[in-house]
T-cell receptor, first 118, second 113 residues
Framework: AQTVTQSQPEMSVQEAETVTLSCTYD???????LFWYKQPPSRQMILVIR??????QNATENRFSVNFQKAAKSFSLKISDSQLGDTAMYFC???????????????FGQGTILTVHP | EPEVTQTPSHQVTQMGQEVILRCVPI?????FYWYRQILGQKVEFLVS????????KSEIFDDQFSVERPDGSNFTLKIRSTKLEDSAMYFC???????????FGQGTRLTVV
């Protein structure tokens, strides 16, 4: 079974600064997907960024980028130029690509509460 | 933009009662999911559904839970005899294909009293 660990229960950052959220995972599989989801106070889960394990290049989406270290099983999220609207709970998630498992079957970490201060 | 919608947003039910949570997935999506988030805890996978049958389920998804796609648009989660520990936020999600991203609804907060 896969596990996802987020060791930072809470983080804070000043507006316009950069912050990095950590995530590690454990799996014996070689093909899988990793995601970061954002959950603002409205509670809806919003996909921020995804990474396919077979791709060496780190994914980037505007101000969001990841540092994917496959050998170390590490998947951190960097938010540049932080904005007040980035305040939310952030979840790291894993999805297997083995045995017909669907992309949407996700194993989530415990989450990190990020607060952006003005 | 298409979205997953869930109703109701909040439901209060008495212990032992049956409850049905409703979801309308995005119209061209084929895979459907339910997740649960107990307050202060991580989001947990319950079940995935494809081609009118359960494709995967977790150990949480025991006999008190069932899912159904009663028509071409709705996807429901039924809890037969609710317990206090079923109190949680329940999220529905859908994806177009097996290997495309899952879109989540806004959740239904279930409170069992």
């Amino acid at each position: 079974a896969q596990t996802v660990t987020q060791s930072q229960p809470e983080m804070s950052v000043q507006e316009a600064e950069t912050v990095t959220l950590s995530c590690t995972y454990d799996t014996s599989e070689n093909n899988y997907y990793l995601f970061w989801y954002k959950q603002p106070p409205s509670r809806q889960m919003i996909l921020v960024i995804r990474q396919e394990a077979y791709k060496q290049q780190n994914a980037t989406e505007n101000r969001f980028s990841v540092n994917f270290q496959k050998a170390a099983k590490s998947f951190s999220l960097k938010i540049s130029d932080s904005q007040l609207g980035d305040t939310a709970m952030y979840f790291c998630a894993f999805s297997s690509n083995a045995g017909g498992t669907s992309y949407g079957k996700l194993t989530f970490g415990q989450g990190t509460i990020l607060t952006v201060h003005p | 933009e298409p979205e997953v919608t869930q109703t109701p947003s909040h439901q209060v039910t008495q212990m032992g009662q049956e409850v049905i949570l409703r979801c309308v997935p995005i119209s061209n999506h084929l895979y459907f999911y339910w997740y649960r988030q107990i307050l202060g805890q991580k989001v947990e996978f319950l079940v995935s559904f494809y081609n009118n049958e359960i494709s995967e389920k977790s150990e949480i998804f025991d006999d008190q839970f069932s899912v159904e796609r009663p028509d071409g648009s709705n996807f429901t989660l039924k809890i037969r005899s609710t317990k206090l520990e079923d109190s949680a936020m329940y999220f529905c999600a859908s994806s177009e294909w097996r290997n495309t991203e899952a879109f989540f609804g806004q959740g239904t907060r279930l409170t069992v009293v």
